[in-house]
Each structure stands twice: as C-alpha cells, then as structure tokens.
C-alpha cells in the first residue's frame, strides 16, 4: 500500500502559515488541548458513575475504574504514534482517526470505521436529543410543583423541547470552522468540573445524612446474599 510522504515546503514560502506538510498552521496550545482531552473523558455520566460502582462494590468497582483507565491510557499511545505515519515524527500527519485507519489498515478497515463512527455520531445526538428534552421538561415541572405543589399534575409533553433542541443542533451544526471554536472547549471543561462537583457534593451529602453507611465489598449482590429482602428470606 502506497504510503503519504510527508511535504517540505519549498523557498519562498511563508512558514509562519503552513505546517511541514502543507497544511495551514496549527494553532491549538496545551490548554485547548487539554481542554479538548477533559471534555472527551468526562461528561454528564459521572453524575451516574458513582452509583454504577456501588453496584460493583469496592473489589469490581476499583477494578473496572484501574481497567477504564488502562484502556484510555493505551488508546492515547496508539492516537498519538499513529498521528504521523509511516514514521511517528517526519511522515506525513493524519488529521482525523478515519485518515489514520485508512493510512495504517487500508480501505476495508477504513470503511468499517466510518460505518462505526457515523453510527456513533447519530446514536449519541439521538441520545443527546432525547436526554435534553426529557431535561428540560424535568425542570419545568419541578418548578410547577414547586409553586403549585405535588397535587397539581404539571404534565409537561417533551416534544416542544425536542423539537428546540434539534432546531439548535441544527443552526449550530451550520457553523463553518466549528471545530477551530477553542473556547466552547473551555466551556465544556467547566461543565465536567461542575458534574464531577455536583457528583461529589451529592455523595458527601448523602453520607452526612446517612452516616454511617454501610457497604459491601460485593456490591450489590453480596447486600442481597448476606441481607436479602423479606420476601425472599426462607
């Protein structure tokens, strides 16, 4: 398979504007790129992490965390050994993970990862879409019953929201350059800090109340070996 050779630029050329390879300077730091790195790992399921583990227990629940954290620590040695190819440091960059896959694999992989990725992309902005609306909606009524209290019905239909959701997705999707937009980075960092604070308020919160808690190395189901419930005790 016949490889991409990576581009000098000839004399005369402004090197203040083109990379090595011909393609216009990049402009990230490492903040943008850090910023970038938080976003893609931590998000809105932290929020439901913390009781996902207490389901685990404390021997499955580290293990499955130190094996999470090994999976991304190993994804982030292949993206970046394989950002330049053929060689890691002077052969020519690859801009995206499918030009990666096609420069690595070949095309049959190439097209397997765009079918894997676009069903990703369309499957996560369903979910994004359906979780906002209901989110929403969610709001709403808390504050209906919070002014009219919990006799009122405050049914509140989803489907306004989804419907402004969408329209949003879709003027913000027209956008051109929306991925050189550094500081929407910066903000979806702040978000995850403030999932990861309410997370840990929630929990600290929940311990103040319930002090002390009890828990099981199990999780789960070594609570319900060692205390099921009364309608399955004999």
């Not at 090994?70 to 330049?84: A, E, G, K, N, P």
């Not at 896959?101 to 996560?124: D, H, M, P, S, W």
């Not at 989110?135 to 019905?153: E, L, V």
């Amino acid at each position: 398979m016949k490889k991409q050779e990576s581009f000098s630029l000839e004399k005369g050329e402004d090197s203040q504007e083109f990379d090595d390879d011909g393609q216009p300077r990049r402009t990230g730091t490492w903040m943008s790129a850090s910023a970038h790195i938080i976003t893609a790992v931590v998000g809105s399921g932290v929020l439901s992490l913390t009781w996902c583990l207490a389901q685990l227990g404390w021997v499955f629940g580290t293990c499955l965390l130190v094996l999470f954290a090994v999976i991304s620590w190993y994804t982030c040695i292949l993206l970046t050994d394989y950002y330049r190819s053929p060689h890691p440091v002077t052969g020519a960059r690859n801009y995206n993970y499918m030009q990666a896959v096609k420069t690595n694999l070949g095309g049959r992989q190439y097209i397997l990862c765009a079918i894997a990725q676009y069903e990703t992309l369309i499957g996560v902005s369903i979910g994004y879409t359906i979780t906002s609306s209901i989110s929403m909606g969610a709001i709403r009524r808390s504050n209906c019953f919070r002014k009219y209290g919990h006799d009122k019905g405050c049914h509140t239909l989803n489907s306004y929201y989804l419907l402004i959701f969408a329209f949003i997705e879709l003027v913000l999707s027209q956008i051109p350059n929306f991925h050189k937009l550094s500081f929407l980075s910066i903000i979806a960092t702040i978000m995850s800090f403030v999932y990861s604070t309410i997370g840990m308020g929630l929990s600290i919160a929940k311990i103040a109340v319930q002090f002390p808690l009890v828990s099981y190395w199990g999780g789960y189901w070594a609570m319900m070996v060692t205390n099921p419930p009364r309608g399955v005790q004999s």
